[in-house]
């Protein structure tokens, strides 16, 4: 794996052309997406500030332009009109190039629509000249010509009472609250993830520290909680987070993840009292730092989007200096104590040409979605499979324990074997339906109409472009249209 010097990784953006050439190397990727956002070159990682504004939705990403590297973030931003077709409009906030507040990135965070504006909150990630880290919570103003203005200074520092590790803020409006509010992720002097709370009567001033979640059950749960958020949904609040550094039951060696916890948030006591257990928002190999945004169409259903990746792990395509993509939008409800992500309906929209599935071996279209009806009994499906309908990506289900498993260890590329090969998750209703996601490098797996999704890239060979399903099922496969245009826009 190649070593970046911090030379190499915090270089400032001068001139677009010097990405031209890394663009070109990168866009003859087999590996590049069709339906799925992915940065023109280097890497990507969050989706930030996911808003409706101006007849389109908007949304930005956390992205490096120099490689497969977590060096200098700027903020990326894309918009769509039907959250199926994407467009790239090209980097919206860049690092200050003198010793400003955000001088060695543009971290995540947030956005706020206001009139013929878009208000962007996001962290200015500041190191001195000996490297000390800084936190500031900054502001941006995004007029509808697209041209970004940021207030220069912040709207606050880092809180002394925490470490340095203070980011990704989300700005929201409560219902029955005269004052905005501002989550943010950090982490307590001795090293306990946590979420601090800022509120104002403005949005773009008098911010004050209101104090310190409390989460009860949850004081000791990872060294640091990243992009947490609180969310309204059919009537139930939900706090969405990150913790990392810490193992959990059924997850391989990672130890980055993204989940969520039911219950009631009450403002004046800052107190989110929970009804249940932090559960992952999904059981593959690869998201995190989902970010939602308001349904306009449906209240009681927010739109949630991922990062389809992970912190600290690494992907075959580094080696091309790429890496990461955007999980497809999802529909966000809650139903029995649970979220439940599906497929956005438009997300229909994709469906190209219906293909009959044979008995045995079928070949696997390079973008396609796979919709089975299973009936009770077991299943046992290769996809990426070789032409023989052996190895690839074996998703079974275990009957008699009512237990889907995704096994991605047949696969000939391998990646990040620390995290583990298996994930496993109980359906307690046992299993009646899977719809699957193909694009050139990743599966979406929407188990029992989002009951539980498994989210995963994967990197295969030429061989691996067969499937074969066995057990007692109804099935039908499209082939999928190219959604993202993958122009060079900087
Ligand atoms: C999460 C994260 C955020 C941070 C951003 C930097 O993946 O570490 O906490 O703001 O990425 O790119």
Redesign the pocket.
């Known amino acids: 794996m190649r070593e970046w010097t911090r030379e190499e990784r915090y270089r400032y953006l001068k001139d677009p052309q010097e990405l031209q050439e890394l663009y070109s190397r990168i866009a003859a990727s087999p590996y590049r997406q069709t339906f799925h956002n992915q940065a023109v070159t280097g890497l990507m990682?969050?989706p930030n500030g996911f808003v409706w504004h101006d007849n389109r939705w908007h949304l930005f990403y956390?992205w490096c332009p120099w490689g497969a590297v977590?060096g200098l973030?700027h903020w990326y931003h894309i918009v769509s009109k039907d959250l199926v077709t994407w467009k790239n409009l090209g980097v919206c906030l860049l690092p200050d190039q003198a010793d400003g507040y955000d001088n060695k990135?543009v971290?995540?965070g947030s956005a706020m629509p206001i009139d013929d504006k878009i208000y962007l909150y996001y962290?200015g990630n500041h190191r001195d000249a000996d490297w000390t880290r800084h936190a500031y919570t900054c502001l941006a103003r995004l007029g509808n010509d697209g041209w970004p203005e940021k207030y220069p200074l912040p709207l606050f520092g880092s809180h002394p009472g925490y470490t340095e590790h203070q980011?990704?803020p989300k700005i929201m409006k409560v219902p029955d609250q005269d004052k905005y509010y501002m989550v943010i992720?950090a982490q307590t002097l001795d090293k306990r993830g946590c979420v601090l709370v800022y509120s104002s009567d403005e949005l773009q001033h008098g911010w004050m520290f209101a104090g310190e979640l409390k989460v009860p059950g949850f004081e000791n749960f990872g060294d640091m909680w990243?992009?947490p958020s609180i969310e309204h949904i059919g009537g139930h609040d939900v706090l969405l987070l990150?913790p990392q550094h810490i193992s959990l039951p059924g997850r391989g060696g990672t130890q980055n993840h993204n989940g969520y916890i039911l219950g009631t948030m009450d403002w004046d006591s800052l107190t989110f009292t929970p009804d249940g257990n932090f559960h992952v928002l999904d059981f593959g190999f690869d998201s995190?730092?989902a970010a939602c945004a308001n349904n306009i169409e449906d209240e009681d259903k927010a739109i949630l989007i991922a990062?389809m990746g992970l912190?600290d792990v690494s992907y075959p395509t580094d080696e091309e200096d790429w890496a990461g993509c955007l999980t497809l939008p999802r529909e966000l409800t809650v139903r029995g104590r649970r979220l439940i992500q599906q497929p956005l309906p438009v997300l229909k929209k994709l469906r190209n040409e219906k293909i009959i599935v044979q008995d045995g071996v079928n070949a696997l279209p390079k973008a396609s979605e796979l919709e089975l009806d299973c009936r009770p009994g077991f299943l046992r499906m290769n996809i990426f499979a070789r032409e023989d309908g052996t190895g690839g990506i074996v998703i079974s289900y275990d009957h008699d324990k009512k237990e889907i498993t995704v096994d991605r260890s047949g696969m000939e590329q391998h990646f990040n074997l620390s995290e583990g090969d298996m994930r496993t998750r109980q359906l307690e209703h046992g299993l009646s339906h899977l719809r699957i996601f193909v694009d050139s490098s990743s599966v979406e797996i929407f188990v029992n109409d989002g009951d539980a999704v498994f989210t995963s890239r994967v990197f295969p060979t030429e061989e691996e472009h067969y499937f074969i399903i066995k057990g007692d099922t109804f099935n039908r496969l499209w082939t999928l249209k190219a959604a993202v245009k993958d122009t060079f826009l900087v």
């Open positions: 990682n969050d956390q977590h973030k990135g971290y995540s962290t980011r990704d992720g990243e992009c990150c995190y730092a990062w912190p």
